[in-house]
């Protein structure tokens, strides 16, 4: 699959990355003569931060081209995302020339956050609104406005990339989520102008509060839980009348002065101005990746959309098998800046949820009623790993013997490094007595196979 980026500013960059680093070839075209460094400093973030996301390996990542020109980037694309600037002349001229250079396979998306497809296409060219939410290669929500037909087609093919695409229903200015950020942005600058907070306070107001419920809850659901067991029709008929009182001036627009801009830039120089643009970013995609994957454990929010992509990446059948891979996000390393004792023995566990699988002992088998558990485990720390290293959990059966299992794990870097080696051993459990028995035969028939060419495999490496 090939991708065509057309502006690579910062969404266009995290649109590459998103695209790359799910496997997909891409090509990008934008007259920056310095594009190149930029998007490669974005590239270098997304790989920092998206695999970090995941309990399995994405696949391997695509080839990155910069184009000479249009047609060139456009040639044998299956999705073309035009990311130029937001002047409705530009992208008229720029969407008719991929129009014309497009195969007519392609799904031709506009990232515009204020533009209707129907302002798009007004002049012949086709296009739907592709409108993502930055950083690209972290945030799932796309979300698609225009000809149904289209962004059907659009939509399996963002799900594959990990994104979470919302079919807006009818053509409306800025879509959905912007018109929520337009009416606090404009809330904001009124606090601001009027001396009531300052930059730094109404983010706060924001992150130690109602940010947090809204990236789980979202905005119904969490009223909902505030109305109390009585629920929404109690939440509405308590505060509905407060919508009546003038607490706010969202339908006025502060005058955008420069005594204003001045303000607003001088208290967020003061606020953050310490820190470089980088820095804040990998800041930023730190704090969203913790907070993407404590989601991800419940399935909440965006967290869904992880597990439902992670379900979809497959891990290479080789033997003695990968049972388990990872790229090691910062929220696994420990204040000596390398990862934390506990997450090396995270991966092994993982290691023998997918060698049960291997034998027969797999989900449904557990939901039958029987499982194995662990006994002991012996961890050797053998090297550093650091946030963005990855690891692949090879697993080498060791030992059947009526009840007991027992499992070898050896945690290994992409240069062949032994990170660690883990023995694991288990005994085979009825979980409705909660109580050891043998397991069935024909999964011991496999797991003793495994033994048998597993120990020949231990015995040529303990020689090298």
Request: aromatic share 6%; proline share 5%; glycine share 8%.
């Amino acid at each position: 699959m090939k991708a065509a980026i057309i502006g690579g500013g910062v969404i266009g960059g995290g649109w590459a990355a998103r695209f790359l680093l799910n496997g997909w070839d891409v090509a990008i075209l934008d007259p920056d003569p310095e594009a190149e460094r930029k998007i490669t400093e974005v590239l270098d973030n997304a790989r920092r931060a998206l695999p970090g996301l995941y309990d399995a390996a994405l696949p391997p990542e695509g080839r990155l081209r910069f184009a000479d020109d249009l047609a060139q980037a456009c040639a044998d694309a299956d999705w073309i995302q035009e990311s130029v600037p937001e002047r409705l002349e530009i992208k008229h001229s720029v969407l008719a020339e991929i129009d014309a250079a497009a195969p007519a396979s392609a799904v031709i998306g506009s990232s515009t956050s204020g533009f209707k497809p129907s302002e798009l296409t007004a002049k012949g060219a086709r296009a739907i609104v592709a409108h993502p939410f930055n950083p690209v290669y972290l945030l799932p929500l796309v979300e698609l406005v225009g000809e149904a037909a289209q962004c059907a087609r659009a939509a399996p093919l963002l799900q594959q990339l990990g994104m979470y695409p919302l079919h807006v229903r009818k053509e409306i200015d800025a879509h959905i989520a912007d018109r929520f950020l337009e009416a606090v942005w404009r809330e904001a600058l009124w606090l601001v102008k009027d001396g009531v907070a300052t930059t730094a306070e109404i983010d706060e107001a924001i992150r130690m509060g109602f940010g947090l419920r809204w990236a789980q809850m979202g905005l119904f659901e969490t009223y909902r839980v505030a109305g109390g067991e009585a629920g929404m029709k109690h939440f509405m008929a308590q505060f509905g009348p407060a919508l009546e009182w003038p607490w706010t001036k969202l339908m006025d627009v502060p005058e955008f002065t420069e005594e204003l801009v001045d303000l607003i830039a001088g208290q967020s120089d003061a606020q953050s101005g310490h820190m470089s643009i980088r820095e804040l970013e990998r800041l930023r995609d730190d704090n969203l990746v913790g907070i993407l994957r404590a989601l991800r454990r419940t399935g909440s929010g965006a967290g869904g959309v992880i597990t439902d992509h992670e379900a979809s990446l497959s891990v290479p059948v080789v033997d003695p098998p990968v049972t388990a891979q990872q790229q090691v996000p910062v929220t696994w390393t420990d204040y000596n800046g390398h990862m934390n004792e506990t997450h090396y023995l995270e991966l092994a566990s993982r290691g023998t949820d997918g060698f049960m699988g291997l034998i027969g002992a797999d989900a449904a088998y557990v939901a039958s009623g029987m499982s194995y558990f662990t006994l002991e485990n012996t961890v050797r720390y053998l090297a550093e790993v650091h946030a963005g290293e990855s690891l692949a959990v090879t697993t080498y059966a060791t030992l059947a013997e009526g009840k007991k299992m027992g499992l070898r794990h050896l945690l290994t870097k992409p240069d062949g490094t032994v990170a660690a080696e883990v023995d694991s051993l288990l005994i085979h459990v009825s979980l409705e007595t909660r109580r050891s028995c043998p397991p069935p035969t024909d999964m011991m028939d496999r797991l003793e196979a495994f033994v048998a060419t597993h120990t020949k495999a231990l015995a040529a490496l303990s020689e090298r």
